[in-house]
């Protein structure tokens, strides 16, 4: 079985297309296998699982976690699909502040792996979605942080216009104004 691993525009960001194998039974997929994961330059080693249900129209801002604690997360869909998003926070990049998306669903059983130094976020496009993403790092809530949905700095091109936020997302600060301290290289 082979894993595909094809960089989005930030090349940081990788789309990981396990082969998925179905017959009468469903289907098998291998998701993740070191090695393969080393050789194609994601090198994390994951210690949290987090898992998450959104109805249609749930999005879940673009969070991060500042240094020592920051995140890389691999993303995928248990059933449904999300519109899912990277933006790039590490100043002195030359993609600072610039985005890149991808469709995650249990139907293509794609999956997003987001380094340290990136704000992730998605959105339920499907009646509901289930969404798994490990992390490299612990939930520190004392470094938790996020941006805003509708930046006009970032500019996500968002497949809606009037998403629901929860009561923390809808403080989020512009990325201007963001506490952060990613920087190149990191």
């Known amino acids: 079985m082979a894993i595909q691993f094809k960089e989005l525009d930030i090349p940081e960001i990788i789309c990981i297309e396990p082969d998925i194998y179905c017959d009468e039974r469903g289907f098998f997929a291998k998701n993740y296998k070191s090695p393969e994961f080393q050789e194609n330059g994601i090198k994390s080693s ?31 869909v248990v059933f449904g699909e999300v519109f899912d998003v990277a933006v790039d926070l590490r100043v002195g990049s ?5 985005w890149v998306s991808a469709r995650l669903s249990s139907s293509n059983g794609h999956l997003l792996y987001v380094p340290p130094g990136f704000a992730h976020g998605f959105l339920a496009t499907s009646p509901f979605a289930g969404v798994m993403y490990q992390v490299t790092a612990e939930y520190a809530p004392d470094l938790d942080r996020g941006i805003r949905w509708d930046d006009p700095q970032v500019c996500v091109d968002w497949p809606i216009s009037n998403p629901q936020l929860s009561a923390k997302d809808v403080t989020l600060p512009l990325l201007s104004e963001a506490e952060n301290n990613f920087r190149m290289p990191l």
């Open 46 to 76: 994951f210690v949290q699982v987090n898992h998450s249900k959104s109805s249609k129209g749930i999005l879940r801002e673009l969070h991060y976690q500042k240094n020592p604690m920051a995140q890389g997360k691999l993303v995928s």
């Open 94 to 98: 030359p993609t600072y502040g610039k």
